[in-house]
């Protein structure tokens, strides 16, 4: 019998992506960027809530924007058009997910000098995303009303990883069976300490109390590099 041996590819993947993104996180921090990465499913408002946190957040930091997605520029034309900010648009060529590689590309393409916020809006989906670290201070995870309260059972994963969890498209709970309290108690059972808000990013309700949450969080990483 031939001799063989056995690789263990994935392992060795994401061990060399964890160790890029501790390299691209410490060099953020070393420069005050806070970089956000934020996941969620197709058609959660991911890009609607970006729009609006830039609105609110533009007049005091300097922001910049990374839209991934397989194809299109769709996102990327509606967040620079509405809020005026630095955008770049990221296409990964059929890859379901943003690995540390792309994000370090992404951040050169976009050019980091002066900037104190970098938002990257992953690409939808509730698995791929969480599996690989992009290097970002903190994970920004969706659920939408519309998607049911459930996804947290069976997405674990996508929650776990969660800086802080937003619940979105609250304006159409009465059309949907979703239970806010069905919902927080299913994402405790994947994160005991995410912050939890529910928000209408199109109707503006609940977005202020996630805007003073992310001012707070920014403060951190910006006011050590002072």
């Not at 990374?66 to 990327?76: F, H, P, Y």
């Not at 108690?185 to 939890?196: D, G, K, L, V, Y």
């Amino acid at each position: 019998m031939g001799k063989f041996s056995v690789v263990e590819i994935k392992e060795d993947i994401a061990s060399r992506n964890n160790a890029l993104a501790a390299g691209i996180r410490s060099r953020l921090a070393e420069k005050g960027i806070f970089y956000l990465n934020v996941m969620s499913s197709p058609g959660s408002g991911k890009t609607t809530l970006i729009v609006e946190l830039i609105k609110r957040l533009k007049a005091d930091y300097k922001i910049g924007v990374i839209e991934t997605d397989i194809d299109s520029d769709t996102d990327a034309r509606t967040v620079a058009d509405a809020t005026g900010v630095k955008t770049v648009q990221v296409h990964t060529a059929g890859a379901c997910h943003m690995t540390c590689q792309m994000s370090d590309e992404a951040l050169a393409a976009l050019g980091t000098d002066g900037l104190d916020v970098v938002i990257l809006e992953n690409i939808g989906n509730l698995v791929c995303p969480a599996e690989f670290d992009t290097g970002a201070t903190a994970n920004l995870v969706l659920l939408s009303v519309p998607e049911g309260d459930d996804k947290p059972l069976k997405y674990p994963l996508m929650f776990e990883v969660a800086t802080a969890v937003v619940v979105t498209k609250t304006d159409v709970a009465p059309a949907f069976d979703f239970s806010a309290e069905r919902a927080e108690r299913n994402i405790r059972m994947r994160n005991n300490t995410a912050p939890i808000f529910a928000v209408s990013a199109s109707e503006k309700r609940g977005v202020g109390e996630l805007e003073r949450y992310l001012r707070a969080e920014i403060e951190k990483t910006v006011s050590r590099a002072r």
